[in-house]
C-alpha cells in the first residue's frame, strides 16, 4: 500500500495486453487477488480516468489446470469465456516465467480450454492456437428462448427492421447476422437492440459476418457488456460454425475483424481451434484508493 497526497492507495501492478485489437488489462493474482472486482473493472478500463480497456482478466491458480481465468468486461459483468484473452494469459504466462511449457490448460467459467503455443525462430510466441471445444447449437443451452431446437436464420424484429438470427454457443452466447456488406449495416441501432433483444434471457454478442469466399469472412462485433470491440475470438468462432452449418463455407475460415485476422477451423472431432496473436503493449501500476 503507497500514500499519495495523504491518502491510502492500494497499487495493483497490471500489464496491458491485446488480442488483434481485444484489449483487457491483465492482473497477475497468483499470490493475491485484489477485493471488488466489478468495481475495479469499471474503474481501471475507463479510457480516460483508468488504464482503459475492454475490460480486466485475472491470472490465477487453479485446482484442475494449470492456471484459471477470471475476467469483466467494463460495465463490472463477470464473462465466461474470451478467446481472445486466453491466448494473451498463454503468452503472459510464457514470457513472465510462469511456465516453460509450450501447451498449458486454462480453467474457464466455461470449462477448461487447451492452449498452443507457436514459437517463431527466436523461441518468442508468434501466435497461440485454442482449442475452443464443441459448439453448442441447442437453443436451450446457448441459453436462447425458441420453439425450435436450433436457432438457424431465425427473423427477428428489431426497430431497424427484421434481420435473421443463427445461434451458437463458444461457452458464451452469440447471435450471428449474415449481411452482404459490413458497411451497410446499422451497427449502432441492431448492436445494442439484439444484445438485449428477449430471444437472450442473458443476454449475447453479436456478430456481423460479410462472406467474402468459402474461405474468408468479415465480422463486426457488439460484445455483451461492452459494446463494439476490435475483435472477439468466441465471436470468430461461433460466426464461423454459422457459416458452414448454413453452407456460406467451409470448416476453415480466415475471419477479418477490425483488429486483426483470426484462422478459425472446425475440425473433424467437431471441436473449434482459433489461431491468432497475442501482444503485450505496457505493464504499469494502478493507484485505486482503498
Same mark, same amino acid.
Given at each position: 500500500m503507497?500514500?499519495?497526497?495523504?491518502?491510502?492507495k492500494?497499487?495493483?501492478?497490471?500489464?496491458?495486453?491485446?488480442?488483434?485489437?481485444?484489449?483487457?488489462?491483465?492482473?497477475?493474482? /497468483?499470490?493475491?487477488?485484489?477485493?471488488?472486482?466489478?468495481?475495479?473493472?469499471?474503474? !481501471?478500463?475507463?479510457?480516460?480516468?483508468?488504464a482503459?480497456?475492454?475490460?480486466?482478466?485475472?491470472?490465477?491458480?487453479?485446482?484442475?489446470?494449470?492456471?484459471? !481465468?477470471?475476467?469483466?468486461?467494463?460495465?463490472?459483468?463477470?464473462?465466461r469465456?474470451c478467446?481472445?484473452?486466453?491466448?494473451?494469459?498463454a503468452?503472459?504466462?510464457?514470457?513472465?516465467? =510462469?511456465?516453460?511449457?509450450?501447451?498449458?490448460?486454462?480453467?474457464?467459467?466455461?470449462?477448461?480450454?487447451? =492452449?498452443?503455443?507457436? /514459437?517463431?525462430?527466436?523461441?518468442?510466441?508468434?501466435?497461440?492456437?485454442?482449442?475452443?471445444?464443441?459448439?453448442?447449437?441447442?437453443?436451450?443451452?446457448?441459453?436462447?428462448?425458441?420453439?425450435?431446437?436450433?436457432?438457424i436464420? +431465425?427473423?427477428v424484429?428489431?426497430?431497424?427492421?427484421?434481420?435473421?438470427?443463427?445461434?451458437?454457443s463458444?461457452?458464451n452466447p452469440?447471435?450471428?447476422?449474415?449481411?452482404?456488406?459490413?458497411?451497410?449495416?446499422?451497427?449502432?441501432?441492431?448492436?445494442? +437492440?439484439?444484445?438485449?433483444?428477449?430471444l437472450?434471457?442473458?443476454?449475447?454478442?453479436?456478430?456481423?459476418? +460479410?462472406?467474402?469466399?468459402?474461405s474468408?469472412?468479415?465480422?463486426?462485433?457488439?460484445?455483451?457488456?461492452?459494446?463494439?470491440?476490435?475483435?472477439?475470438?468466441?465471436?470468430?468462432?461461433?460466426?464461423?460454425?454459422a457459416?458452414?452449418l448454413?453452407?456460406?463455407?467451409g470448416?476453415?475460415?480466415?475471419?477479418?475483424?477490425?483488429?486483426?485476422?483470426?484462422?478459425?477451423?472446425?475440425?473433424?472431432?467437431?471441436?473449434? /481451434?482459433?489461431?491468432?496473436g497475442?501482444?503485450?503493449?505496457?505493464?504499469?501500476?494502478?493507484?485505486?484508493?482503498?
Open positions: 503507497a500514500s499519495i497526497g495523504n491518502k491510502a492500494e497499487v495493483i501492478k497490471f500489464t496491458k495486453m491485446h488480442g488483434i485489437g481485444n484489449d483487457y488489462i491483465y492482473i497477475n493474482c /497468483m499470490e493475491s487477488m485484489p477485493e471488488r472486482l466489478p468495481e475495479l473493472a469499471v474503474e !481501471m478500463s475507463d479510457r480516460h480516468f483508468g482503459g480497456g475492454d475490460g480486466i482478466v485475472l491470472i490465477c491458480p487453479s485446482d484442475i489446470a494449470d492456471f484459471k !481465468m477470471r475476467m469483466f468486461n467494463n460495465d463490472g459483468s463477470e464473462a469465456m478467446g481472445n484473452a486466453s491466448r494473451c494469459i503468452k503472459y504466462v510464457h514470457d513472465h516465467g =510462469l511456465t516453460d511449457r509450450e501447451e498449458i490448460s486454462l480453467e474457464t467459467l466455461s470449462g477448461v480450454k487447451v =492452449l498452443s503455443l507457436n /514459437m517463431d525462430s527466436r523461441g518468442e510466441v508468434e501466435s497461440v492456437t485454442v482449442d475452443m471445444g464443441e459448439p453448442e447449437l441447442r437453443a436451450v443451452l446457448v441459453p436462447a428462448k425458441s420453439a425450435s431446437e436450433r436457432i436464420e +431465425e427473423p424484429d428489431t426497430s431497424c427492421g427484421e434481420v435473421r438470427v443463427t445461434a451458437v463458444m461457452g452469440h447471435g450471428v447476422v449474415f449481411v452482404d456488406k459490413i458497411e451497410d449495416v446499422d451497427f449502432d441501432c441492431l448492436g445494442p +437492440e439484439l444484445e438485449c433483444h428477449p437472450w434471457p442473458d443476454r449475447a454478442n453479436i456478430e456481423f459476418l +460479410e462472406i467474402l469466399s468459402p474468408e469472412a468479415r465480422m463486426r462485433v457488439w460484445e455483451r457488456g461492452t459494446g463494439e470491440t476490435l475483435a472477439c475470438g468466441t465471436g470468430a468462432c461461433a460466426s464461423a460454425v457459416a458452414a448454413t453452407g456460406r463455407c470448416r476453415r475460415v480466415t475471419v477479418h475483424l477490425r483488429g486483426g485476422d483470426l484462422q478459425i477451423e472446425w475440425a473433424a472431432n467437431g471441436h473449434v /481451434m482459433m489461431t491468432g497475442a501482444t503485450e503493449v505496457f505493464e504499469g501500476n494502478y493507484y485505486r484508493q482503498r
